[in-house]
Nanobody
Framework: QVQLAESGGGLVQAGGSLRLSCAAS????????MGWFRQAPGKEREFVAA????????YYGDSVKGRFTISRDNAKNTVYLQMSSLKPEDTAVYYC???????????????????WGQGTLVTVSS
């Protein structure tokens, strides 16, 4: 069973940058597609970005395109979310997720995702 642990959240000013990390543990972790979601208080969980197990395919939510970049290092079983030009509306708990089928991220929220992390809080001040 794959387990996920997010890190890198914190407080940043609007216009700033932050990088989140998600470390995956488990023998088959590098074979999983991975992605990021976020949930702001009182709002639905929102898809942010996903990357296939090889790193060759990436998919972004409309609200973060051009500002956020997802990447992965399979040698470290870690996926990253580089966030730039941050806005107060980016404030949320960010969750990492993993799934053996990359298309489940594309089908979100219809797709079922197998593994979730505990989340890390990102706060963007104006």
């Amino acid at each position: 069973q794959v387990q996920l642990a997010e890190s890198g959240g914190g407080l940043v000013q609007a216009g700033g940058s932050l990088r989140l990390s998600c470390a995956a543990s488990g023998r088959t972790a590098s074979s999983y597609a991975m992605g990021w979601f976020r949930q702001a208080p009182g709002k639905e969980r929102e898809f942010v970005a996903a990357v296939s197990w090889s790193g060759n395919n990436k998919y972004y939510g409309d609200s973060v395109k051009g500002r956020f970049t997802i990447s992965r290092d399979n040698a470290k079983n870690t996926v990253y979310l580089q966030m730039s030009s941050l806005k107060p509306e980016d404030t949320a708990v960010y969750y990492c997720a993993a799934d053996s089928d990359y298309s489940d991220f594309v089908r979100w929220p219809t797709g079922y995702l197998e593994v979730w992390g505990q989340g890390t809080l990102v706060t963007v001040s104006s």
